[in-house]
């Protein structure tokens, strides 16, 4: 498994939603979900699932967390709502029916429950272990130590820890009824500190 066996799709809904990502998050955050994609793709290779659709999954990661960027924040939606209504209205300008918009805002809500089951939601699933991966280092032992050490020299961690922390925090004191404040109880400013990938001498 190298990098080079994961390509972003080359739809109207992947470009904007790239754009989009690119144009509003840190580079830190940006990095955060371009590997949440990649992590996504290589446990899907890995689990052997073939009923995955790779632009959805692509175009909702690289939005999940476009909720907590001030300009798309929600007085009252979690981020991940807030989030999931953003890729609507893109993938709404990209001609995806109604239906097809809706799972984008699924898979977006979902990627932040504790867990989602496959057989219910592949690209949730995909999402939700991914971004586990990524913020909570779990299965960190799972992909292969060669690849993941690829992804991070492409797309280091940077400060995301601090900044995950701080964007979090902020959104679960304002709105401690969504998943944020869960995050924040569950102590994701620990988790973030001692993650596996921000302490590997290799990565």
Do not use: C
């Not at 989009?20 to 990649?38: F, G, K, T």
């Not at 496959?118 to 799972?142: F, H």
């Not at 991070?152 to 940077?158: A, G, H, M």
């Amino acid at each position: 498994m190298r990098l080079h066996d994961f390509t972003a799709p080359s739809t109207q809904a992947a470009r904007a939603a790239s754009e989009l990502a690119a144009s509003y998050h840190s580079p830190a955050l940006l990095n955060h979900v371009i590997r949440s994609w990649l992590w996504a793709e290589a446990f899907a290779l890995l689990e052997e699932r073939r009923d995955v659709d790779h632009e959805l999954l692509y175009t909702s990661a690289m939005l999940h967390d476009i909720g907590i960027v001030p300009a798309f924040d929600n007085v009252a939606l979690s981020y991940e709502e807030a989030g999931g209504h953003v890729a609507v209205a893109l993938t709404a300008g990209a001609g995806w029916p109604p239906e097809r918009r809706q799972r984008a805002l699924d898979v977006i809500v979902r990627h932040n429950w504790p867990s989602v089951d496959p057989a219910v939601d592949v690209e949730g699933y995909l999402l939700e272990v991914a971004t586990g991966l990524d913020i909570s280092g779990s299965r960190a032992d799972v992909l292969p130590r060669d690849f993941v050490q690829e992804v991070l020299s492409t797309y280091p961690r940077l400060t995301l820890a601090e900044e995950f922390t701080a964007r979090v925090t902020d959104q679960a004191s304002r709105k401690p009824a969504t998943a944020a404040q869960r995050l924040v109880h569950d102590g994701v400013a620990a988790k973030l500190v001692n993650h596996p990938l921000e302490h590997d001498p290799n990565a």
